[in-house]
């Protein structure tokens, strides 16, 4: 079985009913988000938001003062040349992703960022001599978010197996599982 199929046979998993969040909200109330490559999503709405990757990387942002959150999962660093500008590249994805945030009211100053992905789980993504795809994602992640000025709180990157990523939007928890272990 691939990582792929095992990460869909997790994510089918029941919700565990008794779960309790910070906020009160039981887990099974919870909107789920589930982030295919190339999406983001972002809202004062609680909700849980699930990502498997493997070279892609996800950005998870929190605000506490707030208590609102959101994540992006993306494929490719940065668009090479002209195009539509898609959230598929990282540094047109943490951009709009910090647009929705700062529509609900955050301001960088307030954020905390997780990291998570850019595994080298296929060779074929490689990049020749410049490095590998998952090596690259996560160097944008990195340098946009200093830019920015948000701490990386949690970085879980790298390596050679894919990544579940559960994140809380209302309390900013993430659980992130390897793949295949």
Avoid: W
Avoid at 25 to 50: F, R, T
Avoid at 146 to 171: C, H, L, Q, V, Y
């Amino acid at each position: 079985m691939n990582y792929l199929n095992e990460a869909m046979k997790n994510l089918a998993e029941p919700v565990n009913r008794a779960t309790l969040a910070v906020s009160g909200a039981a887990e099974s109330e919870l909107k789920q988000v589930y982030l295919h490559p190339g999406d983001l999503y972002a809202s004062p709405e609680p909700a849980k938001v699930m990502i498997i990757l493997g070279s892609c990387v996800a950005v998870c942002l929190y605000n506490p003062r707030l208590a609102i959150g959101g994540a992006t999962h993306f494929l490719l660093p940065t668009l090479e040349g002209e195009g539509n500008l898609s959230p598929r590249y990282g540094n047109v994805a943490i951009e709009r992703l910090l647009q929705e945030l700062r529509l609900a009211g955050s301001k960088n100053k307030d954020l905390h960022a997780e990291l998570y992905g850019g595994a080298s789980v296929l060779q074929a993504f490689s990049s020749g001599a410049n490095g590998l795809i998952g090596e690259k994602n996560v160097r944008l992640a990195v340098e946009t978010l200093s830019r920015e000025a948000i701490p990386i709180m949690r970085r879980d990157t790298g390596g050679s197996k894919g990544r579940k990523i559960n994140m809380r939007t209302d309390t900013g928890a993430i659980t992130c599982k390897l793949i295949g272990s």
